[in-house]
Nanobody, 115 residues
């Protein structure tokens, strides 16, 4: 009953920036942790960053210092500000929103970073 939709993907340039958004909706939805994952071709899905309702964050070492995760609890919306993009950031980025023991996934948004 919780629907998750990502947006903001597209083509970026190395050294440039993109901003992803994730909107979670549903009747009486009370989302706990929200997180960004990504999956590149031939690789396993990996955690990029996560954030709790209280704003506690965690980042993968590969994006630390370059990406910033944030959320607007009133809107059940999460953001990923991606700065200093690298070609290796190219992947499908997925939003995961947790409620209790359940996790709800978006369908992903493609980020392509050119050299």
């Amino acid at each position: 009953q919780v629907h998750v939709v990502e947006s903001g993907g597209g083509l970026g340039q190395a050294g440039g920036s993109l901003r992803l958004s994730c909107a979670a909706s549903g009747n009486r939805a009370r989302i706990n942790e929200m997180a960004w994952y990504r999956q590149a071709p031939g690789k396993q899905r990996e955690l990029v960053a996560r954030i709790t309702t209280g704003g506690i964050t965690n980042y993968a070492d590969s994006v630390k210092g370059r990406f910033t995760i944030s959320r607007d609890n009133a809107k059940n919306t999460m953001y990923l500000q991606m700065d200093s993009l690298k070609p290796e950031d190219t992947a499908v980025y997925y939003c995961g929103a947790t409620m209790g023991f359940n996790i709800y996934w978006g369908k992903g948004t493609l980020v392509t970073v050119s050299s």
